[in-house]
């Protein structure tokens, strides 16, 4: 079975960092690609980064680039998200996803961040 | 970038009843190579999205068969033959075409 767990959601001052972490089991992760999605009342579901295999390609949504960074570890099965300079908007629940980005296959249950001072 | 847009966005329906969800593109979603990269997402209350169908109509394992999609182009529907307490929910529309994927808005399919 497939799973996607996140961690390191929280709350953050605006201007701050949080780093979100997803570890994955049960797939085949050194070849998935794998996506970050947020999800907020008011807009809906929200692809903000994807990242290749290899991270050799990495793309980001004009809302969190040059504030985000996606990363990989293939060994330790896992993808991050360093979140930095954070606004109220970023505040949503994050979603860890593999398949790429056509499929999206498999989601993680979720982290919530809450930029709030 | 491609803007979905789904209809109805709320969805009452009477147990064992079909329902019919209908999610139109601003841009075709033809790709180069002939498919449709449309999927729909189903996400029950308090649960993470879960994929139910991919490239318009292919059915994700473990989905049951009551669950269909159709459509080309810019015009797709995800139909349920016959409406069970467990398809409460909201359901998503998701392009994979263009660059950046987008999704639809939601349809919260709930039981009358």
């Known amino acids: 079975e497939v799973q996607l767990v996140e961690s390191g959601g929280g709350l953050a001052q605006p201007g701050g960092s949080l780093r979100l972490s997803c570890v994955t089991y049960g797939l085949g992760f050194s070849v998935f690609e794998m996506n970050w999605v947020r999800q907020t009342p008011g807009k809906g579901l929200e692809w903000i980064s994807y990242i290749s295999g290899s991270s050799a390609t990495i793309y980001y949504a004009d809302s969190v680039k040059g504030r985000f960074t996606i990363s990989r570890d293939n060994a330790e099965r896992s993808l991050y998200l360093q979140m930095n300079n954070l606004r109220a908007e970023d505040t949503a629940v994050y979603y860890c996803n593999a398949g790429g980005l056509r499929f999206f296959d498999h989601w993680g249950q979720g982290t919530p961040v809450t930029v709030s001072s | 970038d491609v803007v979905m847009t789904q209809s109805p966005l709320s969805l009452p329906v009477t147990l064992g009843q079909p329902a019919s969800i209908s999610c139109r593109s601003n841009?075709?979603?033809?790709?180069?190579?002939?498919?449709?990269?449309l999927n729909w997402f189903q996400q029950r209350p308090g649960q993470s999205p879960r994929r139910l169908i991919y490239?318009?109509?292919v059915r994700d394992s473990g989905v049951p068969d009551r669950f269909s999609g159709s459509g080309s182009g810019t015009d797709f529907t995800l139909k349920i033959s016959s409406v069970e307490g467990e398809d409460v929910g909201v359901y998503y529309c998701?392009?994979?075409?263009?660059?950046?994927?987008?999704f639809g808005q939601g349809t919260k399919v709930e039981i009358k």
């Open positions: 998701m392009q994979g075409t263009h660059w950046p994927p987008t």
């Open positions: 490239r318009v109509s």
């Open positions: 841009q075709s979603l033809v790709y180069s190579d002939g498919y449709n990269y």
